[in-house]
């Protein structure tokens, strides 16, 4: 009863205003490719320090909510991931857009993040605290394994293994660019100070999808093909969302799960529930060819991730990802200490973003819905146009994001390896699940070993590790014995009409 | 004709900013923080920057330049042009340690210290289930066995004041390194390493929910947060450190920018409202002017100096 009474001032139209405000402001820097939901909260934390707490940091939820699920319409309409978190999304998103189903993909996206904000949040006001000790639980080992589960996607998702294999672990060779995560000796920057961080996420990104598919588009224009001028209503059909059922709840569940474990993020959660959902459906090889239950997977589960991430922050004062560690300093800023004891020092405050984390993605979901005409309309720009001005937004957002010279260099260096890779039917997806993994991977690797001496054995022998590794086995095994049973079914289909 | 207006136009330009410095600032300052936008670093210099356009006639634009521990946009700060215009967020892990381990091209005599508006405090921490909770167990438990201290990253302020520490108790430590301060605090809470370096901030918050148990201070006299917490001087060991928040920039800018500057920092400092929020942050707000800035961070890197070349990381990266 008393929670409930904490719930009535978010109701005051002034706070409403703010975290719709705060939704529609991270709906546009998430939509902008090089502004992301980091930067975005960030940026905004001084506008908080007047606010009340809960007016404050709801506005920033809103932010943070916004933006993540803004990161899938210049996915979905320019193959230009907004965030990392939607560059799954590219995979299903933009094939629809190019058949003339832009409409209908950025509605299914927003449908989706609305299911996985809403499951997540349902999750994060009714068991945050049972939940959090999950994420007490992963030390070096248990992110090492999880990593390598993820990792096995690659084997799932690229068509051709042995190509697969080469991208992923050219993904793993970029990734070591850069500081060594444990002596913090620099390695392969050939003493240029702009890689000492390695190459830049988000501009490698950028190059990886948007500009080397700006090249494939080039030749298209110069053998004058037509541009698709269809964009489609807004509302996905009803065998759309009878497809995408499963991968919607099974997305939500996956991002929520993840989102729990800190240090994780979005990109993995939405590129291991695209994995999944993909061994789960009845037909996964309409996956990656413009197929809607795509789009519900990854969507529903970065923005799952998104009110999950809540769940340590605030039962524990442990930040899940790198937005609910800026959070975290706007709490700290309103003189609040997330962790165990806020639940009883501020329970207004929790109830409070218990209850904004609903409003903002309610928000999310009207503005998401009535934007999509005006998103699409990108897609009338005649097709030169575009092209170029795709290419200006990669300069822009490439450089926004750290303002270093040098992660150019490395957009464009991604955007012509990008684009060789696409010719030669070498997977880019491959590449960026290993690019996110590969630093996780080894950094909690070298780790674990430097924290247990070596001994590999202590290493690997915690029950969530072995969980891990046996998933590991039966994903990176799966293919290979299901590509087994369909040749044998297909000899005896073939055996069984001559011996009758 | 054009030539000469735009000759004219440089010429009056220069005058300007030459004869009339009092009229400084004239546009916009900007800020280079070398980490990314919502850290404490970052934070702190937006309600600098807040409150600088509150008590002057002025503009202060804070720019994050994040990436290489810092030295990226340190860098970008000390090699700007020395008007006074582009000035940076004086860090100590950029400054002082990283030079030392070398890949940066500039090093702590490029450095023109403005001024210091705050300290942040560093509390050890013994984490969730470690076999110690207080300074004297800490140091007994250590004789046997080295206590494995997580830190925010290689070659970082954390890891080389927990070293250097362990140097000046006698005790060895075994340094774990994490990817920023609040990965380890993750491991902290959740029981895979022994210790850590915090800010008191976050470690009044845990020890009162019994997540961490502060261990000691690391400064001169005991703190207002925890006055039941002993400090390393106390129990007889000759160290202290804290890192800093203050205002650097590039060296040789004109005489009259920087005692503009410098006068700048020090009101800033000494607002009311300034130092509340800061504060509030968990700051410990104090106004050291350049020289003593200045002497802090050289008495710093010889410390670090000492350190590093015992762990090996001594020009590791030239």
């Known amino acids: 009863m008393e929670s409930i009474a904490f719930l009535t001032p978010l109701f005051e139209p002034q706070i409403l205003l703010t975290i719709a405000a705060g939704t529609l402001g991270g709906l546009i820097i998430g939509a902008l490719p090089g502004l992301t939901a980091t930067m975005g909260v960030a940026l905004l934390i001084p506008l908080t320090f007047g606010m009340t707490p809960v007016m404050g940091l709801n506005m920033l939820i809103g932010i943070y909510i916004g933006g993540i699920y803004g990161g899938c319409v210049s996915s979905i309409l320019l193959r230009t991931p907004g965030t990392p978190a939607s560059a799954a999304t590219v995979l299903d998103g933009y094939p629809m857009a190019q058949r003339g189903e832009a409409g209908r993909a950025l509605g299914m996206a927003t449908i989706a993040s609305t299911v996985g904000g809403l499951i997540a949040a349902v999750v994060l006001a009714t068991l945050a605290p049972q939940l959090a000790g999950i994420a007490l639980e992963f030390g070096a080992s248990e992110y090492f394994a999880l990593a390598l589960f993820g990792l096995t996607i690659i084997a799932s998702l690229s068509g051709d293994l042995l190509k697969g294999a080469i991208s992923g672990l050219l993904g793993i060779l970029i990734s070591t660019v850069g500081a060594d995560p444990i ?8 003493n240029v100070q702009g890689f000492a961080s390695g190459f830049a996420f988000t501009p490698a990104l950028i190059g990886l999808f948007a500009l080397s598919e700006v090249f494939t588009q080039m030749e298209r224009i110069a053998a004058k093909e037509e541009p ?18 499963g991968a919607l709840l099974r997305g939500s569940i996956i991002g929520t799960l993840i989102g729990i ?43 799952a991730v998104c009110a999950a991430a809540l769940i340590p922050l605030l039962a524990l004062g442990i930040p899940g990802d790198v937005v609910t ?77 750290n303002l270093n010279p040098v992660d150019l260099y490395t957009m464009v260096g991604f955007g012509v390896l990008g684009w060789g890779m696409q010719k ?59 590509g087994a049973l369909v040749r044998r079914r297909a000899e005896r289909n073939q055996s069984k009409p001559e011996s009758q | 004709m054009l030539k000469s207006i735009l000759m004219g136009a440089a010429f009056a330009t220069t005058a300007a900013t030459g004869a009339f410095a009092a009229d400084f600032p004239q546009r916009p300052i900007q800020v280079v923080v070398p980490y990314s936008a919502g850290g404490s670093t970052d934070l702190s210099m937006r309600v600098v920057a807040e409150t600088f356009e509150r008590l002057f006639d002025g503009q202060m634009v804070v720019r994050n330049q994040p990436g290489g521990g810092g030295a990226i946009g340190s860098s970008a700060a000390l090699n700007a042009r020395a008007d006074g215009y582009t000035l940076g967020a004086g860090a100590q892990g950029p400054l002082v340690i990283k030079p030392l381990i070398g890949g940066t091209d500039y090093k702590l005599d490029d450095v023109e210290f403005i001024g210091l508006y705050a300290r942040s405090l560093q509390v050890m921490v013994a984490c969730a289930d470690a076999p110690f ?34 140097d000046a108790a006698g005790i060895t430590i075994e340094s774990v390194p994490f990817n920023g301060s609040s990965e380890a605090r993750t491991a902290c809470i959740g029981g895979h390493i022994d210790a850590m ?21 690391m400064e001169d006299e005991r703190i207002d947060l925890f006055p039941d917490t002993p400090t390393a001087v106390e129990k007889g060991v000759d160290f202290t450190w804290s890192s800093w928040k203050g205002l650097i920039g590039p060296k040789g800018m004109d005489e009259d920018t920087r005692a503009w500057l410098r006068d700048a920092v020090e009101k800033v400092a000494n607002d009311e409202q300034f130092r509340k929020t800061l504060t509030d942050m968990g700051e410990f707000v104090v106004y050291e002017d350049g020289e003593a ?5 050289r008495k710093d890197m010889e410390t670090s100096k000492k350190v590093l070349e015992k762990l090996h990381m001594l020009e590791m990266n030239n």
């Not at chain 1, 975290?328 to 218990?354: E, H, K, R, S």
């Not at chain 2, 140091?139 to 046997?144: L, S």
């Not at chain 2, 370096?197 to 201070?217: H, I, R, T, W």
């Open chain 1, 325 to 401: 560690a800026v959070l975290m300093g706007g709490l700290l800023i309103q003189g609040l200490a997330p962790g165990p004891m806020l639940f009883q020092t501020n329970p207004d405050v929790v109830v409070g973003i218990f209850g904004g984390t609903f409003i903002a993605t309610i928000f999310m979901f009207i503005f998401g819905m009535a934007l999509i005409p005006v998103f699409s309309r990108i897609l009338m720009i005649p097709r030169r146009l575009l092209a170029m001005s795709i290419v200006i937004f990669c300069f822009i957002g490439s450089f926004a994001i």
């Open chain 1, 183 to 190: 002596s913090g000796v620099l390695r392969y920057t050939f």
């Open chain 1, 228 to 245: 698709i001028k269809i964009v489609s209503g807004r509302w996905p059909s009803r065998s759309e969302m009878k497809e995408s059922r």
């Open chain 1, 424 to 482: 030669f039917g070498f997977s880019q997806a491959a590449l960026c699940i290993a690019l996110i993994l590969g630093p996780l991977l080894e950094s909690n690797l070298r780790r674990g070993l430097l924290q247990t001496h070596d001994d590999v054995i202590a290493f690997v022998s915690t029950p969530i590790t072995l969980l891990f590794l046996a998933l590991t086995v039966l994903s990176a095994g799966w293919p290979l014995v299901a």
């Open chain 2, 293 to 297: 800035f200045e002497a802090r961070a």
């Open chain 2, 133 to 166: 909770s207080d300074y004297d167990a800490f140091v007994e438990y250590a004789k046997d066995k080295a206590p494995q201290v997580g830190n925010s990253g290689a070659g970082g302020a954390n890891q080389i004041s927990a070293e250097a520490f362990a």
């Open chain 1, 261 to 303: 474990v800190p240090g994780t993020g979005s990109g993995t959660a939405s590129w291991i529930s695209y994995n999944e959902c993909r061994r789960a459906s009845k037909t996964p090889e309409k996956f990656g060819t413009g197929y809607a239950p795509g789009i519900a997977a990854t969507e529903s589960a970065n923005n």
């Open chain 2, 197 to 217: 370096v915090a800010s008191p901030a976050e470690a009044l918050a845990a020890s009162e929910a019994g997540q961490m148990s502060p261990l000691f201070v």
